[in-house]
């Protein structure tokens, strides 16, 4: 636990510091009927190179609580589990609502 705290300092020193930060953003749906970890395994192994080749240190994605079986895959593939609270505006509320999150962090 330790170490994942440490390494989102890291990550967020890193975004606030003077050096640009870049990122991927990528969302991934894979058919039921495709082995979906080997899938997801062949992407992560792509995104872990390019991010590699970038110079970039770290790889952060999040999920829900409820997303068990992909919070498993990422914890499989060697990244720290961090559970923290989201604010977020719900329109259909009209207010600001917490969502529970699980970060998951991996330095390169």
């Known amino acids: 636990m330790e170490q994942a705290i440490d390494i989102r300092?890291?990550?967020?020193e890193a975004i606030d510091g003077s050096n640009p930060a870049?990122?991927?953003a990528i969302?991934?749906?894979v058919h039921p009927d495709y082995?979906?970890?080997e899938v997801a395994g062949m992407v992560l192994r792509y995104i872990e190179d390019e991010a590699s080749k970038r110079k970039m240190?770290?790889?952060v994605t999040g999920?829900?609580?409820d997303?068990?079986?992909a919070r498993k895959f990422w914890k499989d593939n060697g990244f720290a589990e961090i559970h923290?609270?989201?604010f977020r505006y719900k329109p259909q509320l009209s207010s600001a609502g917490r969502i529970e999150r699980y970060l998951f962090i991996k330095k390169l």
Not at 9 to 12: F, I, K
């Open 9 to 12: 300092r890291q990550t967020q």
């Open 22 to 24: 870049y990122c991927f």
């Open 27 to 29: 969302s991934l749906l």
């Open 35 to 37: 082995h979906r970890e």
């Open 57 to 59: 240190e770290y790889i």
């Open 63 to 65: 999920e829900t609580p």
């Open 67 to 69: 997303e068990i079986e």
């Open 84 to 86: 923290q609270h989201e």
